[in-house]
């Protein structure tokens, strides 16, 4: 039987996820393992087949080579995540893994507002449970604080969202909005703070490090991939080319890479760096020019699958150590070297090492920032790739798999981890080599050639510098059992401080006000009311009742006399009833 | 004793180790520098034909996000571990 590709536009893959996820818990064994692989790879299929189709046309969904870009990779990592996480035994993990994948795929198709906003909240609430289900009470907390943020995020866009379809005229088509063009109202401003919310752009970013490390092994590999990557798709969607954008992007990038110097905990210092490379991505999407939103796209695109190499790394660490802090761990490569080399690859790739996938993706954007002259941009970038390559590529690597032996003795994790990791880093590398395989599904025809010599010799000499930099000052750089502040304070902390200063007053306002009018409301008031309806009660109701009761009383008293229990009074009774009737009779008729 | 633990470990190799990433370093910048003159490749910001820009920038950026980084979480963003706890 042939395919018919036109037919395709009943089967939304995101949908295929999000329902077909409710099967797994009817399974068991090797079939519901199949069925968790099968989903994905199904998804896949049909966006695959979908980029085939000459007009492809998609249920509540909009088709172009944007959107089938961000929803092949989501497809490409809901498999992969689900590989790594074949030994886990918790179907509400895979169920919510499913739905939060469905919910990305549903965001990147999403032709109105409306169906973007459902499809946005059900990302927020499939991932909480994530966080939750490693079922510690650091984890609980935290999820409750990213759920919070993101409601606040959802309910920030649905107000853009209303105001937007006010402002113009009913319309909900999502298409490029002018958040800062004359007369453009508060809609369109209101949807891009939601966005960066979720692309985790300071100071709206602080859930991000603060939730992801929190997850469970297996679901913040998911987590990696697609709450800020979708949200670099809707803002290349809707606000490419918004300067502010580039600005933002950039100290993003930096302040990711600021914080990763302090950061003791390698899942949180690997999120750290998610805010970093999506800072490049923020910042492409600002500049705007057909080369930067294809670096944009590219870049999400190698990102998701080295940053989830990544976080599986570490992931396979904590399980098998249990631990998480780089101040205990050490020694590791001695007994995890599959895990070491696999990631060290991941590592590579991040840092665009020639022949790893960042080179071919990063240096897009940055060649953009130089294109269009912007020299700031340019050095600033720069500088956070040496920053990138000093935590993810040295840093990380030399404290949790050599420095100091801790006498902590891993072993390698699961194999299906080891596959999953191995699929990834082979991706990578495949990129690396052939980035025209990449090249083909962007969103653009632009031309370019990551390998000219100027462009490898410079990134070599700047990241063997950096290496350089990195062993001059090793003895700086060790880990501190510390945690930093970020703007997550602010509802951490910020909160129980406004109550501490907000108590004193609070309390005056009760004891004197609020006591007052309660005084005079229950004492006089109710009190009062009740006063007077205990009179009516005693007086009014009682003395019925009591009058009612006296009536009767003597109602019956009076028929006591007429019943004396003698059969002669009976019987003279009758007699003169009898005698009456005759009476009546004879005189009546 | 695998093929790394024995390179880590042992003096002789360590030092071989290091003596090659100082001599590859200087291929490394010494390339750049010559590719810049034989080749003409094109440049749009200027500081990009400079001599062995990538490799003097690597090691200024390195330097300064160690030290400024380390200098901010001392003045301000450090904290005990259990600081949200309490």
Redesign the interface.
Known sequence: MILDFSKLEWMHPGLLLILGAWVLPLLKGRVKRVAMLLLPAAALGVCVCLSMTPEPELVLGRVDNLSLIFSCIFSIMAFLGMVYALHVDDDVQHVTALTYAGGALGVTFAADLLTLYVFWELMAISSVLLVWQRREKSAAAAGFRYLMVHIFGGLILLAGIVLYSHENGGELAFEAMKPFAEGAGWGPALILVAFLLNAAVPPLGAWLPDAYPEATVTGAVFMTAFTTKSAVYVLIRGFAGTELLVWLGAAMAIYG???A??ENDTRRLLAYHIISQVGYMVCAVGIGTALAINGASAHAFAHILYKALLFMGAGAVLQVTGLRKLSEMGGL??TM?IT?WLYMIGAFAISAVPLFSGFVSKSMIV?AA??E?R?WI??ML??AS??TF?HTGLKLPYYMF?GKDSGVRGKEPPVNMLVAMGLAAAACVLIGVFPGLLYQLLPNDVVYHPY???HV??????????????FL?LK??DP??????DTDWFY??GSAAFIALTQRPLVRLEASFVGEIYEFVMRRLVLGIAGLLREFDTRVVDSTAVGVGRLTQTFSQILRTGVSGNAQHYGLIMAAGVLALLALAMFVI | MNFLERQLTDPVRFARIKRWFYVSLAAVALAEIVVLLVFHEEHHLPFESWPAFGSLYGLASCVAIIVVSKFLGKVWLMRREDYYDS
């Open positions: 890479v600021v914080y110097v302090l490569y001695k070297p070491l060649s130089g294109e002259g020299q340019f050095l720069t500088l040496a920053g000093l050599f000219t010599l100027h010799t410079s990134t070599l000499g700047m990241l063997g510098f950096t290496a350089l930099g990195f000052l700086h750089l501190e059992r510390k945690v930093s502040l951490r902390r």
